[in-house]
């Protein structure tokens, strides 16, 4: 049985409107399970690992966990995309403290991923945090921690907005650029300035965009019976993956992407019979072949 994500579940609507893709999903799940509707990050588990700290540091940071939480689920990040749903995971590796302009930081390292295809790690946050503080989002206002956490927040938004219409999640993009810009002329600009270029990579990585969307769009279609639609949508996903190579061999996000979906692709593409399509991915994606070639063998001659 094949696994899908939110493109997949419920009513999937669509409409070709002047040669340009509008979805509109309407996803029926019971509350208790899932919340998709009316939220970008329907849940977040964060997990921290403060064994470096003094006992006092980590009392400090007892709200922190919480505090987190509620600041992705309850900001509303964006009017036009409040239904995405994303489950995120957060990881906080504390890797000490220092004093910054007279304020005692944490030192961090950090893992953000969702559910299904994104993945982004930091070394270099470094913030300051005091009991009884919220965060809050504010992507004009610089804060430390919470401008890395909307930093992050956007480029993830911008990943899966990308999904329902091509290039779609550009506007995210560029709100998480203006961020680490602002970052990088502040107080507290460490990591910043990488920052700003993972925004520009992830938002000039024009294959990769095109391959996610064109995935997830031959997913839905696929599951809807439309097979020769489909099979152009993963061509399309294919050409994609090419672009990026074409210009950074063995791009790191890429092969996420790739190592994400190898198994669901190569399912998908043997009951297609494409096995020209399962063949450019052994060339393209090597560290999956493995995957890919046991789906050649199981297609019949």
């Not at 509350?31 to 009392?59: E, G, I, W």
């Not at 302009?101 to 005091?130: E, H, M, P, W």
């Not at 550009?170 to 270029?197: D, P, T």
Request: hydrophobic share 40%; with cysteine; aromatic share 12%.
């Amino acid at each position: 049985m094949l696994k899908y994500t939110c493109h997949s579940l419920g009513l999937v609507l669509f409409s070709n409107i002047m040669g340009n893709w509008i979805i509109n999903r309407y996803i029926i799940l019971p509350a208790l399970v899932f919340t998709c509707l009316n939220a970008q990050f329907a849940t977040v588990n964060v997990t921290m690992d403060d064994r470096l700290l003094k006992n006092d540091d980590r009392q400090v940071l007892l709200p922190l966990n919480n505090e987190i939480k509620r600041f992705f689920i309850n900001a509303t990040w964006d009017e036009d995309w409040n239904d995405l749903g994303i489950e995120l995971n957060v990881q906080v590796i504390f890797q000490g403290t220092a004093t910054k302009n007279g304020k005692k930081t944490f030192l961090a390292q950090v893992l953000i991923s969702t559910k299904t295809d994104q993945r982004f790690f930091d070394n270099s946050l470094q913030f300051y945090f005091n009991t009884g503080g919220s965060l809050y989002y504010d992507p004009i206002m610089f804060e430390p921690l919470p401008s890395f956490l909307s930093f992050y927040g956007n480029i993830i938004l911008a990943g899966e907005i990308d999904t329902y219409q091509p290039k779609e999640g550009s506007k995210q993009y560029e709100l998480a650029r203006s961020i680490a810009l602002r970052g990088s002329a502040s107080n507290f600009s460490k990591g910043w300035a990488k920052r700003v270029q993972l925004a520009d990579d992830m938002s000039t990585n024009y294959g990769l965009r095109k391959a996610r969307f064109a995935y997830y769009y031959g997913l839905d279609l696929f599951e809807d019976g439309e097979i020769e639609e489909s099979i152009k949508q993963f061509k399309e996903m294919i050409a994609g993956i090419d672009e990026v190579y074409d210009r950074i061999p063995r791009e790191h996000y890429t092969l996420y992407f790739l190592r994400s979906h190898a198994t669901e692709i190569t399912q998908i593409l043997q009951i297609l019979r494409q096995t020209t399509m399962i063949e450019d991915l052994i060339e393209l994606d090597p560290s999956n072949k493995d995957i890919y070639a046991e789906g050649l063998k199981d297609i019949s001659p």
